[in-house]
C-alpha cells in the first residue's frame, strides 16, 4: 500500500470513530453480511467439542491454540474460515494491523455467552500488539468500559458503553487498550439504551432496534482478532533441543 492509500484509508477510518471516546476505538456496523455471520456460525458449531473450554461463566474456543505460559504461540496458521473473508477485509478496510509486528492478526478467540452470561472486567495484557478487533455474531451486547486510575483499580462505573450489534466491527487500541479495561456483565437484558448512555450510537447499523431502550440478550459469539507478539516455530524449538 502506498503512503498517499494509507492516509486516505485512515481518513475514511475516522467516519467510523466513536467520537464521544478516545480517538482509538472505532465501530463498524455491518462488516460482514448475514450469509457470512450464517457460516461462521455454523464452523463454530461444528467445530469438535473438546475445542470449546467451558468457563465458569462463558464458552472459548482459542484458534490456532492455546498461548504458552510464556505468552508464545506455535506458529500455526489460522484456519481458512477465520481467514476469509475478514482478515482481507479488515486489511483492506481499515489498515489496524499495518503496524503490527507480523502485520496481520495470527490468534482468534471465540467466546459464547449465553443470556446471563458475561466476563468479568479486565486487560488484555502485553501478550498482543495492543490492537483487538472484535466481531459480533448473533446478537446484540453490550460492552462496559472502565477507566483505570492512577493506582491501577477500576473505576466502579463505567466510563463508556458500547452496543456491539451483530455483525458489526469493534477496533479498540492505544489507550483504550493500555488505559482501561473492559466487561460484559452478566444479565438476561441490556437496558437504559439511547444516545446518552451508549457511546456508539451515532454509528450504530440498526438504532430501530432499540428503540425501546432494551436488548434482550441472546447467545452472543464474538471472535477477537489479535496479533501475538511472540511466535515459536517448532522447527526453531527443536534446534534449541538439539543443541544441549
Ligand atoms: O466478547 C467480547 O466482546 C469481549 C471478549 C474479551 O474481552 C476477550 O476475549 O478478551
Ligand atoms: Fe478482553
Redesign the pocket.
Same mark, same amino acid.
Given at each position: 500500500m502506498s503512503e498517499m492509500e494509507a492516509v486516505t484509508k485512515k481518513l475514511e477510518l475516522t467516519r467510523h470513530q466513536v467520537s464521544s471516546m478516545p480517538p482509538s476505538t472505532i465501530y463498524i456496523p455491518d462488516f460482514i453480511t448475514p450469509e457470512e455471520e450464517e457460516q461462521l456460525l455454523n464452523k463454530i458449531r461444528t467445530a469438535p467439542l473438546p475445542r470449546w473450554a467451558q468457563l465458569s461463566r *462463558?464458552r =472459548?474456543q482459542t484458534w490456532p491454540s492455546s498461548l504458552s505460559s510464556s505468552n508464545t504461540l506455535l506458529a500455526a496458521p489460522l484456519p481458512a474460515w477465520l481467514h476469509d473473508p475478514i482478515i482481507p477485509r479488515l486489511e483492506s478496510q481499515t489498515g489496524i494491523f499495518m503496524d503490527s509486528p507480523h502485520g496481520a492478526p495470527n490468534h482468534v =478467540?471465540i467466546?459464547e455467552?449465553a443470556p446471563g452470561q458475561g +466476563?468479568m472486567p479486565?486487560e488484555?495484557g502485553a501478550a498482543y500488539h495492543p490492537v483487538?478487533a472484535?466481531v459480533?455474531l448473533g446478537a446484540a +451486547?453490550v =460492552?462496559d468500559i472502565y477507566q483505570k486510575r492512577e493506582t491501577g483499580e477500576r473505576e466502579i462505573e463505567p466510563t463508556y458503553r458500547i452496543l456491539?450489534e451483530p455483525r458489526s466491527l =469493534?477496533i479498540t487500541t492505544d489507550e483504550m487498550y493500555t488505559k482501561h479495561l473492559?466487561? +460484559?456483565q452478566e444479565i438476561t437484558a441490556d437496558r437504559d439504551l439511547g444516545p446518552k448512555t451508549i457511546s456508539n450510537w451515532d454509528l450504530l447499523g440498526h438504532q430501530i432496534a432499540f428503540t425501546d431502550g432494551q436488548n434482550e440478550r441472546q447467545v *452472543?459469539t464474538?471472535l477477537?482478532y489479535r496479533d501475538v507478539l511472540k511466535v515459536s516455530k517448532l522447527g526453531s524449538k527443536m534446534k534449541i533441543f538439539g543443541n544441549r
Amino acid at each position: 500500500m502506498s503512503e498517499m492509500e494509507a492516509v486516505t484509508k485512515k481518513l475514511e477510518l475516522t467516519r467510523h470513530q466513536v467520537s464521544s471516546m478516545p480517538p482509538s476505538t472505532i465501530y463498524i456496523p455491518d462488516f460482514i453480511t448475514p450469509e457470512e455471520e450464517e457460516q461462521l456460525l455454523n464452523k463454530i458449531r461444528t467445530a469438535p467439542l473438546p475445542r470449546w473450554a467451558q468457563l465458569s461463566r *462463558r464458552r =472459548l474456543q482459542t484458534w490456532p491454540s492455546s498461548l504458552s505460559s510464556s505468552n508464545t504461540l506455535l506458529a500455526a496458521p489460522l484456519p481458512a474460515w477465520l481467514h476469509d473473508p475478514i482478515i482481507p477485509r479488515l486489511e483492506s478496510q481499515t489498515g489496524i494491523f499495518m503496524d503490527s509486528p507480523h502485520g496481520a492478526p495470527n490468534h482468534v =478467540l471465540i467466546n459464547e455467552y449465553a443470556p446471563g452470561q458475561g +466476563i468479568m472486567p479486565h486487560e488484555d495484557g502485553a501478550a498482543y500488539h495492543p490492537v483487538v478487533a472484535t466481531v459480533s455474531l448473533g446478537a446484540a +451486547i453490550v =460492552l462496559d468500559i472502565y477507566q483505570k486510575r492512577e493506582t491501577g483499580e477500576r473505576e466502579i462505573e463505567p466510563t463508556y458503553r458500547i452496543l456491539q450489534e451483530p455483525r458489526s466491527l =469493534l477496533i479498540t487500541t492505544d489507550e483504550m487498550y493500555t488505559k482501561h479495561l473492559h466487561g +460484559i456483565q452478566e444479565i438476561t437484558a441490556d437496558r437504559d439504551l439511547g444516545p446518552k448512555t451508549i457511546s456508539n450510537w451515532d454509528l450504530l447499523g440498526h438504532q430501530i432496534a432499540f428503540t425501546d431502550g432494551q436488548n434482550e440478550r441472546q447467545v *452472543r459469539t464474538s471472535l477477537t482478532y489479535r496479533d501475538v507478539l511472540k511466535v515459536s516455530k517448532l522447527g526453531s524449538k527443536m534446534k534449541i533441543f538439539g543443541n544441549r
